[in-house]
């Protein structure tokens, strides 16, 4: 189906152009499967731990007293009903928030396993670090897009895709709104925001849930709820999933690395010829000579 719509996900103008910048194994992968390849957000933190993480703001609770408590948290505690004591004292009350608070916070977190995204660099020209970073410098490949088409080309992947842009903050300071699970998955540390990213997510909600006799107005029916924690810790995801797409309908044009030698430009147009992958291919121009 097309891009999902989602109030947490911020899209980029649908005509703007998209970058996948990648190696040419993975490009290889991308056209003989004609399909895009989905990361597992939970194998992506091994690498990098900030990966669905939260900001040091989410744990403030944690250190949370009678005495130390933020004037407005105070009010929205007093105000609170957790139990059928309408007296109840204002320390326990707090207990209970704070419970409540690393409960959201877990939940939050061991929803990473659940998640799959694939990453795109949003901007009108080429990047010189993105070369360097994503594409393995001399034999890299960047497929320009724009969202438009990358919405049509997964027109008939199985399962709700969703899109937006990557909001950029400051772990240390910041505080993200935990009301919706997937904002820590767009969120990312002010050290990458050079990256532009554009991120498509799947929630594979089936990792996460189980399917369980409950009785439903007197009658047993076979329904799904989520795994405990226990068991959910023990879930093992897979690295990635991939999603059928139209290439003809995805890729506007291939770039290839501004510092590839001849011969690998030369093999990347062989092997599109024999894929019968009709595309206009040009190498970047970005280190050629400025007289010309």
């Known amino acids: 189906m097309p891009i999902t719509e989602h109030p947490i996900f911020k899209q980029p103008p649908r005509d ?30 091994r690498d990098d731990p900030y990966e669905g993480a939260l900001p040091a703001g989410n744990f403030a609770h944690r250190d949370w007293s009678i005495d130390t408590l933020p004037s407005d948290i105070r009010q929205r505690i007093q105000r609170a009903r957790y139990s059928h004591d309408e007296n109840e004292p204002l320390a326990s009350k707090l207990q209970r928030h704070i419970s409540g608070q690393n409960e959201l916070i877990r939940h939050v977190l061991r ?19 993105m070369w360097k970073l994503y594409a393995e410098d001399s034999f890299g490949i960047a497929i320009v897009s724009n969202l438009s088409r990358i919405s049509g080309a997964l027109s008939s992947a199985s399962g709700d895709i969703m899109c937006g842009l990557v909001n950029y903050i400051d772990y240390e300071k910041d505080l993200l709104d935990l009301e919706n699970a997937f904002t820590p998955i767009i969120s990312k540390r002010l050290s990458f925001a050079h ?50 797409c139209d290439l003809d309908e995805l890729v506007l044009e291939i770039k290839i690395s501004p510092t590839a030698p001849a011969w690998f430009e030369a093999a990347v147009r062989d092997f599109c010829d024999l894929a019968g992958f009709d595309k206009p291919i040009s190498k970047s121009l970005l280190m050629g000579s400025p007289m010309r």
Not at 195 to 205: C, G, P, Y
């Open 16 to 45: 703007a152009k998209l970058w996948r910048y990648t190696n040419f194994p993975k490009f290889v992968s991308l056209i003989t499967t004609k399909a895009l390849f989905f990361s597992n957000v939970y194998h992506l933190s």
């Open 111 to 129: 929803s990473t396993k659940e998640y799959f995204i694939n990453c795109w660099h949003q901007s009108e020209y080429e990047s010189a670090a």
């Open 195 to 244: 990256e532009r990213e554009v991120r498509l997510l799947h929630w594979d909600t089936s990792i996460g849930d189980e399917q369980v006799w409950m009785l439903w107005n007197g009658q047993p029916k076979l329904m799904w709820q989520p795994k405990s924690h226990e068991d959910h810790y023990k879930i093992v995801p897979p690295m990635g999933n991939i999603f059928a």
